[in-house]
Structures are given as structure tokens and as C-alpha cells.
């Protein structure tokens, strides 16, 4: 984008009013820039980068066609107070580890193992308590759980609740 301003003759060459209007000129170019930049489409971002050889979606794992669950809003925690005591049996049907969290009551994660892919992990607990599994290693919850009296036990993990 090219920019033509034209000065009243009596403007010096070096006059510190025309230096100031020169850095705001360039300034407010490199402000359109960046908007321009961060405005620009994701995909066609990822479709540039995929491009330069510097993003391989199959290696995403947020990618929508990634074969990974689907993450989650997390919003449960834990009730106060306990109610009955139960065992109950956490079924992980994804094709990915799970990390498994008690959420407390102030909605604070707590970590309880792992649980492979086709693999079933049986966890002591109480009614009113939150249980919120993640892809191993990430911050990415996928699936989460409120027990109550009709939690039907195992508990299927299948990607979203």
C-alpha cells in the first residue's frame, strides 16, 4: 500500500514536525500490518505453514479430523460433603491414555493414574464426587462425570459426556 502526502513549502526537509509525521506515517502502516496479519483466516494459516513445511496435521492432535476424542467445556466439581461410598469402574473406549482427576470441591484437580485405551480402572469414591479424564499429558479434558445414585457402573469413557 503506498502512501502520498504532500507538505506546504515552507516544510523544511528535517523539520522535527515532518520526522513526527513520517514515524507516525510508518507507525500506522505497521499497525495496519499486524492487524492484517492476526485477521488473516486460521486454516488459511495452517494451509501456509503445512505449505513451508513447518505444520503436519496428521501429527495435530487438535485437528478436526484428528482421530483423537473431541475436548470438552469442563464445568464439574465435587459436592461438599460425601455421600455413599462406592466403587466404581472408569472404561476407557477411546484409541488414547487418559489421565484421570478427582475434582475437588473447590474444582481443583487431583491426579488418580491412567487408563489405557480398552483398559478399565476401578476407583474407590463416594456420590457427589466429580471425575474428569484428559488426553495423557495434556490439559485437554475429554470426558467428565458427576456420580449420583444412577451413574450407571462401568462408566464408558467415549470422548464427550
Known sequence: MAVFVSFPRPFRAHSPARLHLLALLLLSSLLVHCIDDEARDFDDYLLE??????????????AEDSDLPPAIEASLCSLP?????????FENSTSVDLDIFWVDVQC??????????GQRHDQPTFEGHAWRFH???????????????????????????
Not at 460433603?81 to 469402574?89: C, E, K, L, Q
Not at 445414585?149 to 462408566?155: I, M, Y
Open 49 to 62: 505453514m503445512e505449505s513451508r513445511g513447518l505444520y503436519d496435521p496428521t501429527e495435530d492432535p487438535y
Open 81 to 89: 460433603g460425601n455421600g455413599p461410598a462406592r466403587t466404581v469402574s
Open 108 to 117: 481443583t484437580l487431583r491426579p488418580y493414574g491412567m487408563v489405557a485405551p
Open 135 to 161: 488426553i495423557a499429558g495434556s490439559t485437554r479434558p475429554v470426558f467428565e462425570v458427576l456420580l449420583d445414585a444412577s451413574t450407571p457402573n462401568p462408566v464408558v469413557i467415549e470422548g464427550q459426556q
